[in-house]
């Protein structure tokens, strides 16, 4: 018997639902595709064949087992919806030809040989410490404020804690905090450099391995640059630079400086230097916020 039109439209306004739960149930198929794509260095080997490859070009540059090939087809289509790399079909006497996929302004940041890349600081976001939390995030909100942290909660451990523990993980937090902080520098200086001008000398606290201070260092030499950041972050710190690395707790004192300088990234990058007054070198509220850059990213 044909439903009723009452019946149709409820109907489709069920399995509408359903189409929309299962975007939102998937979408991590989307950031895992992305995480694949950089472990399998995807963008480098269309980057190795001048810019675009054919499917069995990327698999034999990026190491696939041969039996995944059409496997291959299926995770590109994947990266093509989100806009990672684009496809054509070049026609050969009006026969479509092979697909061959490009970089897209999203994927040119992932090829490790590119001066300007965002490849570490994508590895750390996308590792499995960082998202793995996610899954319990239902049972950190039955647990009372503040402790402990959702990482804690998975790790056992805050983040920091975890990285001052394992080295190798300690690394790739390290390379990617330098790799954000020189794509955003390179950019906050050309559009704000002024910030930085009549500084005698500047203090990146919580500073890591000094992605920042050393483009700051770069562009500005007379300033003098110093990071302060926890001690086993500076004990693998970066050495033979004009940059000074200081270990300690910001929450107990920061080394006095002309400016203290802070990098907050969340969904708008903000950079605040706060010049210091005429009185006191050792207390917070002689710096002012006088200097002050933001960008939409
Ligand atoms: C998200 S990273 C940012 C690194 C750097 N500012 C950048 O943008 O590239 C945060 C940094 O804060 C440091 N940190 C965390 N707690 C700290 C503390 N109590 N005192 C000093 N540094 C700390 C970490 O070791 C890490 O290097």
Not at 17 to 44: C, N, P, R
Not at 168 to 187: E, K, R, W
Not at 223 to 251: Q, R
Request: proline residues 4%; charged residues 20%.
């Amino acid at each position: 018997m044909a439903p009723t039109r009452e019946q149709h439209i409820l109907d489709q306004g069920l399995l509408d639902a359903q189409l929309e739960l299962w975007h939102h149930t998937f979408s991590y198929v989307k950031s895992m595709a992305l995480k694949s794509a950089l472990d399998l260095g995807i963008a480098d080997a269309i980057h190795r064949q001048g810019g675009a490859a054919t499917l069995s070009q990327i698999a034999a540059t990026a190491t696939l087992h041969p039996t995944k090939i059409s496997c291959l087809r299926r995770l590109m289509r994947v990266l093509l919806v989100s806009g990672i790399f684009s496809v054509d079909h070049p026609r050969d006497d009006g026969v479509e030809g092979e697909a061959v996929y490009a970089l897209t302004p999203a994927s040119r940041l992932l090829v490790c040989s590119a001066s300007v890349n965002m490849v570490h600081i994508t590895k750390m976001l996308l590792h499995t410490n960082l998202v793995s939390p996610f899954s319990d995030l239902g049972t950190w909100f039955q647990h009372e404020l503040p402790e402990p942290d959702l990482f804690k909660l998975k790790h056992g451990k805050t983040f920091w804690e975890l990285a001052d523990h394992d080295p190798a993980y300690n690394a790739l937090v390290n390379d990617g905090m330098v790799s954000d902080s020189s794509f955003l520098m390179d950019i906050a200086i050309r559009e704000c450099g002024a910030v930085f001008q009549g500084i005698g000398s500047l203090v990146d606290v919580a500073g890591g391995h000094g992605g920042a201070a050393q483009a700051i260092s770069n562009a500005f030499p007379d300033v003098k640059c110093s990071v302060m950041d926890l001690a086993h972050v500076v004990a693998k710190a970066p050495s033979g630079s004009d940059v000074e690395y200081i270990a300690g707790d910001m929450f107990e004192s920061i080394p006095p400086a002309d400016a203290v300088f802070l990098k907050v990234r969340q969904l708008v990058f903000t950079i605040l230097v706060l010049r210091r007054g005429a009185t006191r070198a050792d207390a917070c509220n002689d710096y002012s916020p006088s200097c002050c850059c933001r960008f939409n990213s």
